[in-house]
């Protein structure tokens, strides 16, 4: 048994009546399939997947040993949805890996240190922040690293840039950008068109015709 285990019991009923009352239950629906196994029903606790999840520190592409039934099978979790206003798990497809046999999976690009110009007003950004790969299920990384400091206004980084871990592929498209650093845009303020007088000018050319128009009549 390995690190990461969750229970889960199978399911005969299905449906949106059947998922509710899972869930009043402290359950979720979830289908577990993979391997060349028919796809079949379970119901998992979703505290115990977000424990899972949260504290592997693999996220998404954590292995998991699912037991059900009494059988255990190593599993990642291939599709999770959520609740869009309380984030909470609503349901989760689970997919059966061969820990012989190699997989694809989406993993974080993380970057490290401050690029260098950003000291000159520069902005960074990220076009890509996750990529493809794909390795052997027990090789694959939290995320794959890469160093911006040394970036200047102007220059880019690419996901041929990558340096991979041993025993990991990547599969995404090598020309795509991952990290660039942009000049600000600076918009320049619109110049005064001539003839045209503002309402200060326009109260301090009526206040002049007024005193003229005064010393006039004074007279």
Known sequence: MGEH???AETRDEI??????????????PAVFYGRGRDSRAI????RALERVLH???????????????GDESVVLVKDLQ?????GAYLHADFYEVDLNQTVEVTVPIHFLGKAKGVEFGGIVDHPLREIEITCLPRAIPDSIEIDISA????DALHVSDLVAPAGVTITSDLEQAIANVMTPIVEEAPAEEEGVVTEEGEA????????????????
């Open 151 to 154: 970036l200047e206004i102007g």
């Open 82 to 86: 959520r609740d869009p206003v309380r």
């Open 204 to 219: 301090a050319a009526e206040g002049g015709a007024s005193d003229e128009k005064s010393e006039d009549e004074s007279d």
């Open 15 to 28: 449906g949106k009546g059947i998922a509710r009352r899972l869930r009043r239950a402290g359950k979720i």
């Open 55 to 69: 504290t592997s520190g693999s996220g998404m592409n954590t292995l998991i040993d699912l037991t059900l039934s």
């Open 5 to 7: 285990v969750l229970q």
């Open 43 to 46: 119901a998992i606790d979703p």
